[in-house]
T-cell receptor, first 115, second 115 residues
C-alpha cells in the first residue's frame, strides 16, 4: 500500500485569498478525516467522510471551510477568504472501517501560511 | 467529554537512557481506543500502537513498551535505550468509536535525545 498523500506540502497565500488542498487516501480506505494542527498543539478534528458522505463537521469548521470527497476517493479542503488565524498544518488521515481494529494513517500534511 | 493530558511538554535525555512518556485520558465511555503517534520534524504522524479498552495487556515491541492501566486512566509509553532517531514529538490520542471514530489528541511531548 502506498501511504496517504497530500498536495501541496506547503502553501503561502495572502489574506483574503482562497486555497484548496488535496488528500489521496490509502486505496480501499473508505474513511477519510481532516485535522488541523497549530504550533505546539495536537491535531484537532475538522471533518470526516465515510465513502463520499460527509458525516460530521467540527464547530471549528467555519462557513469559510468546505470539504468534498467526490466518488469516495480523494478529498479536497477549500478555505475561502483566508485569515491569518487559518495558518496551520492541515492533516489528512484515512482508515478502513473495522470496529476495534480500525486505525487512522496520516499523510505528510499541508502547511499553510497566511500573510 | 473526552480529554487527553500529556503533562510533560519537553523531555531531554542522553542516548541509551530509558524514558517514559505519560498519558492520562478522560472518558465516560466504557469502550474506547488509545493510540500513540510519533511526529518527527518532517511533520508526518506515524502510528505506533493502538490499545482497546477491553484489553489491558501491556505490550512490548523492540525498544518500545506500553503500560495501560484503566484504574489510573493512564497509557504510558517507555523507550528503552533511547537513540537520537527517537527525537520527535509524541502524541497520545483517544477515540470512543461510534459513528465517527475521530481522534482526540493530547498536546504532545517533545523528546530530545542527545548523543
Amino acid at each position: 500500500d502506498t501511504g496517504v498523500s497530500q498536495n501541496p506540502r506547503h502553501k503561502i497565500t495572502k489574506r483574503g485569498q482562497n486555497v484548496t488542498f488535496r488528500c489521496d487516501p490509502i486505496s480501499e480506505h473508505n474513511r477519510l478525516y481532516w485535522y488541523r494542527q497549530t504550533l505546539g498543539q495536537g491535531p484537532e478534528f475538522l471533518t470526516y467522510f465515510q465513502n463520499e458522505a460527509q458525516l460530521e463537521k467540527s464547530r471549528l469548521l467555519s462557513d469559510r471551510f468546505s470539504a468534498e470527497r467526490p466518488k469516495g476517493s480523494f478529498s479536497t479542503l477549500e478555505i475561502q477568504r483566508t485569515e491569518q488565524g487559518d495558518s496551520a498544518m492541515y492533516l489528512c488521515a484515512s482508515s478502513r472501517q473495522g470496529g476495534f481494529q480500525e486505525t487512522q494513517y496520516f499523510g505528510p500534511g499541508t502547511r499553510l501560511l497566511v500573510l | 467529554a473526552q480529554k487527553v493530558t500529556q503533562a510533560q511538554t519537553e523531555i531531554s535525555v542522553v542516548e541509551k537512557e530509558d524514558v517514559t512518556l505519560d498519558c492520562v485520558y478522560e472518558t465516560r465511555d466504557t469502550t474506547y481506543y488509545l493510540f500513540w503517534y510519533k511526529q518527527p520534524p518532517s511533520g508526518e504522524l506515524v502510528f505506533l500502537i493502538r490499545r482497546n479498552s477491553f484489553d489491558e495487556q501491556n505490550e512490548i515491541s523492540g525498544r518500545y513498551s506500553w503500560n495501560f492501566q484503566k484504574s489510573t486512566s493512564s497509557f504510558n509509553f517507555t523507550i528503552t535505550a533511547s537513540q537520537v532517531v527517537d527525537s520527535a514529538v509524541y502524541f497520545c490520542a483517544l477515540s470512543v468509536g461510534g459513528a465517527t471514530n475521530k481522534l482526540i489528541f493530547g498536546t504532545g511531548t517533545l523528546l530530545a535525545v542527545q548523543p
